[in-house]
T-cell receptor, first 111, second 112 residues
Framework: DAKTTQPPSMDCAEGRAANLPCNHS???????VYWYRQIHSQGPQYIIH???NNETNEMASLIITEDRKSSTLILPHATLRDTAVYYC????????????FGTGTSLTVIP | DVKVTQSSRYLVKRTGEKVFLECVQD?????MFWYRQDPGLGLRLIYF???????EKGDIPEGYSVSREKKERFSLILESASTNQTSMYLC???????????FGEGSWLTVV
């Protein structure tokens, strides 16, 4: 699975959009981009995933560049409860294939 | 919603004790996983299972074993706990589609 690069930390004002970047320049054609987050002392929580089209759900939007070498997770109106570590993962969708979690981005939402 | 339940959130055990960490999922998922998470090391896969009575080693299986007697239940066993097994342990499950995995809340184990 391709590696990802994320900034170690970011701040965002409460109520503003949080834009979390991820670089995955070696991604291959059959690898999806996944985002999880982990609030302190809890298990990782699935947010969203996509292949090449932009995706949106009730939690967030995922924007993938046309060349698929990078993506951005957008939390449209960040709240204090969105303070967490956010992980970007690329993975071939295949049952039993591992999810490799890196060190992620620590997002702090500031009141 | 998928529910992955880990029976113990916080445990303190003595060196040499046998430790059981239990995990149950309610979505009839085929695949289940045990990870441990340590500061600076991310999540590391210990064992996983594709089906009842099947198990596969992950990246760090030494010192651990697992049991999958029923589809919904996946147990992690520390035969003789050691202090370097102090960690947060995460169970996860995944359906046949291989689409995504869902995690439990985690079990914090301290070995003294």
């Amino acid at each position: 699975d391709a590696k990802t690069t994320q900034p170690p930390s970011m701040d965002c004002a409460e109520g503003r959009a949080a834009n979390l970047p991820c670089n995955h320049s070696t991604i291959s054609g059959n690898e999806y981009v996944y985002w999880y987050r982990q609030i302190h002392s809890q298990g990782p929580q699935y947010i969203i995933h996509g292949l090449k089209n932009n995706e949106t759900n009730e939690m967030a939007s995922l924007i993938i560049t046309e060349d698929r070498k990078s993506s951005t997770l957008i939390l449209p109106h960040a709240t204090l409860r969105d303070t967490a570590v956010y992980y970007c993962i690329v993975r071939v969708v295949d049952t039993g294939n591992q999810f490799y979690f890196g060190t992620g981005t620590s997002l702090t939402v500031i009141p | 919603d998928v529910k992955v339940t880990q029976s113990s959130r916080y445990l303190v055990k003595r060196t040499g004790e046998k430790v059981f960490l239990e995990c149950v999922q309610d979505m009839d998922h085929e695949n289940m996983f045990w990870y441990r998470q340590d500061p600076g090391l991310g999540l590391r896969l210990i064992y996983f299972s594709y089906d009842v009575k099947m198990k596969e080693k992950g990246d760090i299986p030494e010192g651990y074993s697992v049991s999958r007697e029923k589809k919904e239940r996946f147990s992690l066993i520390l035969e003789s706990a050691s202090t370097n097994q102090t960690s947060m342990y995460l169970c996860a499950s995944e359906g046949e589609s291989g689409n995504t995995i869902y995690f439990g809340e985690g079990s914090w184990l301290t070995v003294v």
